[in-house]
């Protein structure tokens, strides 16, 4: 199994503003996914990051909105720019071991 | 491409009497078929898979799912439920093989446990 952490817990943002948002897993690992939770609705995979290489975004999703770093094998960072009220969601972090995906505890994002 | 539905989004249920929840899938490809499990504010846990083998898989805590690949289905059950039971209930696929390993997540099933 892997352990993940993501910082921070929570957050109230203001409209215009930029989150960074931190996850890091206790082994390495080649994949790194990561979802938004919007209110009472599924999960909605945002992009795939593969250290080394540029992030892999899913349709509706870009870059300039939810960049992506993977600076090394256990760590990665999705920044949520230019926030706005309809971008008040849980972001969870996962990866994936033998073919199951483990995922960190979330950010519970708040934009006001 | 791939696709999830769990037709019951929420299903109300008295404590120990028995539980299904439906999932189908929609797939042109073989798939792996999960259930997560998400109680009240908290973070996202694997309940059971099933990757290969018999197509009976259960869980440590008395939930089993059947994966019946002529209806392409994965319904989870448990014979007598618990009040801690209640959360929000997710099934998934990820298509095996192939380039991407993302999962791919039903609208889930609030399972609502009353005394």
């Known amino acids: 199994s892997a352990v993940i952490s993501q910082k921070p817990s929570r957050d109230i943002c203001q409209r215009g503003t930029s989150l960074t948002i931190q996850c890091q897993v206790d082994?390495?690992?080649?994949?790194m996914f990561w979802y938004r939770q919007q209110p009472g609705q599924s999960l909605t995979l945002i992009a795939t990051?593969?250290?080394?290489?540029?992030?892999?975004?899913e349709s509706g999703f870009v870059i300039d909105k939810f960049p992506i770093s993977r600076p090394n094998l256990t760590f990665s960072t999705l920044t949520v720019s230019n926030m706005s009220p309809e971008d008040s969601s849980i972001y969870l972090c996962?990866?994936?071991?033998?073919?199951?995906?483990?995922f960190g505890p979330g950010t519970r994002l708040t934009v006001t | 491409a791939q696709s999830v539905t769990q037709l019951d989004s929420q299903v109300p249920v008295f404590e120990e009497a028995p539980v299904e929840l439906r999932c189908n899938y929609s797939?042109?490809?073989?798939?792996?078929l999960f259930w997560y499990v998400q109680y009240p504010n908290q973070g996202l846990q694997l309940l059971l898979k099933?990757?290969?083998?018999?197509?009976l898989v259960e869980s440590i805590n008395g939930f089993e799912a059947e994966f019946n690949k002529s209806q392409t289905s994965f319904h989870l059950r448990k014979p007598s439920v618990h009040i801690s039971d209640t959360a929000e209930y997710f099934c998934?696929?990820?298509?095996?093989?192939?380039?991407?390993?993302?999962?791919?997540f039903g609208t889930g099933t609030l399972l609502a446990v009353q005394p």
């Open positions: 797939s042109s490809v073989s798939v792996y």
């Open positions: 996962s990866v994936e071991l033998s073919y199951e995906q483990y």
């Open positions: 082994s390495q690992v080649t994949m």
């Open positions: 998934a696929v990820r298509p095996m093989g192939g380039a991407t390993n993302k999962l791919i």
């Open positions: 990051a593969n250290q080394g290489s540029e992030a892999t975004y």
């Open positions: 099933y990757l290969s083998g018999s197509t």
